[in-house]
């Protein structure tokens, strides 16, 4: 591909960007709600503090429905209308079923999403809602309502769009030649945080791809984060009754559970827990520090990364790859919870103004 065409396709989407790299035959409708090329962005703050000078943030939260998940949805939906399908499902902590109510309002889809009950951040819901989608909030947890549509999906002609669906996985995987694409080489490390595990496994399916390829010369160690009360990759054995602030990520029994431990151990890296507190604090850090607003479950990946480098990981020299999979504005709450004081009212005169900036008036 010449310079200008790969410029051309850069902002085109997903399915037009890595046609050749995809699933894609001539019966696949090139859909796009122009997900996927999304920023790279150098951290000023949390490299210099653990020693990584170059430690990027990829932005995922930047994607239409902000979050990763449009990336697999794309492909996912593309698929269902290549087959004909009419409906598409899926059960989700809240990002699957924006991005797929996003899509299925774009191409004209029924979409019905199980969610499970009081355990969805509130913008993901209102997305939902907004985009038309036929919401069943699941008196259960995400693994049980996951459960409920593989059944649907068994016994009824409907698409099910979770990460089980391959052609997820195969959207996913972008974001890693993404990556590779802007930096010129695999990162030396990628930090992720782990839910369903789809996400990691999908990583490594894109640098392994490059890397048979020969786009790169090696690949990076996987480095995936999940919060302590909803760790069963590291507790190894499922968790019955996950508990974590970071609700995109409270899953027991994650679907790719087995494809996100061969990637750790092809790669040499790790599946660790973060507690809540480490998770809140890099929340807020990311924020703060980087100009980065993102969801506390993205936020587990940099916690993780803290955590890594406290625990004795050096860094010096290497580049790493933190993966900031939603925007922090789907939960917007939270925020304002985490406020040290309430925003200062005031009366709407300049002296007023000054006054509470500790502003000398210039007479
Ligand atoms: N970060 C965010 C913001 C997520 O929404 C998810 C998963 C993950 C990380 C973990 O990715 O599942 O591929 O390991 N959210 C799913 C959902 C489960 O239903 O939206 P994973």
Redesign the pocket.
């Known amino acids: 591909m010449d310079k200008t065409e790969e410029d051309m396709r850069a902002n085109c989407g997903v399915l037009r960007r890595y046609r050749d790299l995809l699933p894609i035959t001539s019966a696949t409708p090139m859909i796009s709600l122009g997900e996927g090329s999304t920023p790279l962005v150098h951290s000023r703050y949390i490299g210099k503090t653990i020693g990584c000078e170059e430690l990027y943030f990829k932005l995922e939260g930047c994607n239409p429905s902000g979050?990763f998940?449009d990336r697999g949805m794309v492909v996912a939906v593309a698929k269902a209308m290549e087959a004909r399908s009419t409906t598409i499902v899926c059960?989700?902590?809240?990002?699957?079923?924006a991005s797929a109510a996003a899509y299925g309002a774009y191409c004209g889809l029924r979409t019905v999403v199980l969610v499970p009950k009081g355990a969805v951040a509130s913008g993901k819901l209102a997305q939902a809602i907004a985009y038309g989608a036929q919401i069943l909030v699941v008196k259960g947890n995400?693994d049980q309502a996951l459960e409920l549509v593989r059944e649907l999906s068994n016994s009824h002609p409907i698409t099910l769009v979770n990460?089980v669906n391959p052609h997820r996985l195969q959207g996913q995987k972008t974001a890693a030649f993404e990556v590779v694409d802007v930096l010129g080489d695999a990162p030396d490390y990628l930090f992720i945080?782990?839910?369903?595990?789809?996400?990691?496994t999908a990583y490594w399916m894109g640098f392994s791809q490059y890397f048979a390829m020969e786009r790169i010369a090696r690949r990076p160690r996987m480095m995936g984060f999940q919060a302590e009360g909803a760790a069963p990759i590291v507790l190894g054995h499922p968790v019955e009754h996950p508990t974590t602030i970071a609700s995109?990520?409270r899953?027991g029994n994650?679907a790719s559970w087995r494809q996100a431990v061969a990637a750790r151990d092809e790669s040499g890296g790790r599946i660790d827990a973060v507690s809540d507190e480490e998770i809140l604090a890099a929340y807020k850090l990311m924020a703060s520090r980087e100009g980065i607003f993102c969801?506390p479950?993205?936020a587990a990946s940099v916690a993780g990364l803290m955590k890594s480098a406290r625990d004795g990981l050096d860094l010096t020299g290497k580049r790493a790859v933190c993966v900031i999979?939603?925007t922090g504005l789907k939960e917007p709450e939270l925020a304002a919870q985490q406020a040290a004081a309430p925003p200062l009212e005031i009366e709407a005169t300049l002296a007023m103004v000054e006054q509470a900036l500790d502003l000398v008036a210039m007479g």
Request: proline letters at 7%.
């Open positions: 979050s998940k059960a989700s902590t809240g990002n699957t079923s995400f990460s945080p782990v839910g369903n595990a789809g996400n990691i995109a990520i899953i994650p969801e479950a993205s999979t939603g």
